[in-house]
C-alpha cells in the first residue's frame, strides 16, 4: 500500500495500527503567521483510517520520495486455512444389503 505525502517529513507522520485500524497522521507545524486562502495537504494536519481485514498485520513502512510505502502481510492461521475432506463411498457389504432391502 503507497500513499503520497508530498511535502511532509518522516517526523511530521505518524502511522499506528490498533485491531483492525490502521491510522494515517500528520502534525505539520504551524510555524508561518501569513493568512491564505487555500492550503494543499502538505501545509495541513490529516488524519486517515484504513480498515484492514483480518489477519493483516503490518510489518513496516518507509518514506521513499514522496510516498510513504506501507509493507502488508497477510497471515492466515493453519486453523482457518481450507482443507480438502475425503468423501467414502458406501462399502461393498452395505450396499449388498440395501439391494437385498429394496428386493424385499
Given at each position: 500500500m503507497s500513499v503520497a505525502l508530498a511535502g511532509f517529513k518522516p517526523d511530521e507522520v505518524e502511522l499506528t495500527v490498533e485491531q483492525n485500524a490502521l491510522t494515517l497522521e500528520s502534525r505539520k507545524s504551524d510555524?508561518?503567521?501569513?493568512?491564505?486562502?487555500?492550503?494543499?495537504?502538505?501545509?495541513?494536519?490529516?488524519k486517515r483510517q484504513f480498515t484492514l481485514v483480518d489477519h493483516v498485520d503490518v510489518k513496516g513502512a518507509r518514506l521513499e520520495n514522496v510516498l510513504l510505502v506501507i509493507d502488508l502481510q497477510r497471515e492466515i492461521p493453519e486453523a482457518k486455512k481450507?482443507?480438502?475432506?475425503?468423501?467414502?463411498?458406501?462399502?461393498?457389504?452395505?450396499?449388498?444389503?440395501i439391494e437385498a432391502a429394496k428386493a424385499a
Open positions: 510555524k508561518d503567521e501569513r493568512t491564505f486562502r487555500h492550503r494543499g495537504i502538505s501545509a495541513r494536519n490529516f481450507p482443507r480438502r475432506i475425503a468423501i467414502g463411498g458406501a462399502s461393498p457389504s452395505n450396499a449388498a444389503q
